[in-house]
């Protein structure tokens, strides 16, 4: 008879040891655990303006086709996207988040003996798509929070495929400068891939934005991911999407599975897409939420990293966790990051100034009581 085995044995490797993302703890479960109301939730980047209203109309028109399977390859939103960004529509690839692109990326280049390469702080997912399809993560240390692409560059080896760069950079909200950034993509090995991930490039002034998309005609080992789910308010909807070579895209687009967004998603991003109005407010609020913060987080004697994002991460100089702890008793959800090797920040989501200073007064009450 054969011997029993923990079903966890027969899963690959690599999943084996994965430890699951945990995302921001929603409203609904803390009102759950503690019995109270008018939560502020400021955990997960999310736009605070709520749902825009032509949104919601495009949304309200798509219902009754419902019964019907989505455009598999989301021709109109390509065609929107490809006119707004000057791009062919044929280098763009539609992921469920731009999550899901990172995943159909490692999955077509990576294999068990390469290496991919990302820093200190960077967004979770990297390890998590490395790792589960068997790959070696080369964790670079990072420099003041941010990307050390000199040390970065250095790391880079026969056995490297991929390269991650958050820019912005979650947790940290770090920033790199343009010219820094395109001459370690320009240096990059040919059979190297970088993947420049861009879900907050709308929140950084124009000034300071790196003209990613003109570097595609120059490195056709560049991917450039962007999302839906920050600036334009479609998180709960899942859309993101990449912009490539034609080549790249088309390997993408062969792991891509049929439908992977829903018919309303489309409909929703095709119409965000367009209304400028409501992307205007969304960054005029963050601007003003971002100043109304670190204002307060100066008066409390607290540091924090600048950041270029729709959050910021504030150095409480302690243990974080019992302040959060203490900040969901009092109805407000941040995010600890202990897990991105931050054990005394809490990233800090932008909200409505309302929120923002309900977040403010918790803050200030518990920390004078520790």
Not at 260 to 277: C, P, V
Not at 324 to 348: C, D, F, S, T
Not at 350 to 364: D, H, K, P, Y
Request: neutral net charge; glycine residues 6%; aromatic residues 6%.
């Amino acid at each position: 008879m054969n011997k029993k085995h923990s079903i966890s044995t027969l899963a690959v490797a690599g999943v084996q040891k994965l430890v699951p993302y945990v995302p921001g703890k929603p409203i609904e479960e803390l009102e759950r655990e503690l019995g109270l109301s008018d939560i502020v939730k400021l955990a997960s980047n999310e736009n605070p303006l709520g749902t825009n209203p032509r949104v919601a109309q495009a949304i309200q028109k798509t219902l009754p086709e419902l019964t019907r399977y989505p455009d598999g390859n989301g021709f109109k939103l390509k065609v929107a996207l490809a006119e707004k960004l000057s791009v062919d529509s044929a280098q763009i690839t539609l992921g469920n988040g731009s999550n899901e692109i990172l995943e159909l990326v490692a999955r077509t280049f990576l294999t068990p003996d390469l290496d991919v390469v990302f820093s200190q702080h960077a967004f979770a997912v990297y390890p998590i798509v490395t790792q589960a399809v068997g790959a070696t993560a080369r964790i670079v240390p990072a420099k003041d929070y941010g990307h050390d692409l000199s040390a970065m560059s250095e790391q880079i080896n026969d056995r490297t495929r991929l390269v991650f760069i958050a820019n912005p950079n979650n947790p940290t909200g770090t920033l790199l400068q343009p010219d820094e950034l395109e001459a370690f993509i320009k240096a990059l090995p040919s059979t190297v891939l970088c993947v420049l991930d861009e879900a907050y490039h709308e929140y950084v002034a124009p000034d300071r934005r790196a003209r990613s998309i003109d570097w595609l005609r120059a490195y056709p080992n560049l991917i450039i991911t962007r999302t839906f789910s920050k600036a334009y308010g479609l998180a709960g909807l899942r859309v993101g999407y990449s912009l490539s070579s034609l080549e790249i895209a088309d390997l993408l687009n062969r792991v891509r599975q049929p439908f992977n967004n829903n018919m309303l998603a489309l409909a929703a991003a095709e119409t965000a897409l367009s209304d400028r109005d409501y992307l205007h407010r969304t960054v005029a609020a963050n601007a003003a939420g971002m100043q109304q913060l670190t204002v307060a987080f100066r008066t409390l004697g607290l540091e924090w990293i600048p950041s270029a994002g729709n959050f910021v991460s504030v150095d409480l100089g302690r243990p974080a966790l019992p302040i959060y702890e203490a900040l969901l008793r009092k109805g407000v959800i941040v995010r600890p990051v202990a897990n991105y090797e931050m054990p005394n920040h809490l990233r800090v989501s932008i909200g409505t100034e309302r929120e923002n200073q309900v977040f403010i007064t918790a803050l200030s009450q518990v920390l004078n009581a520790i």
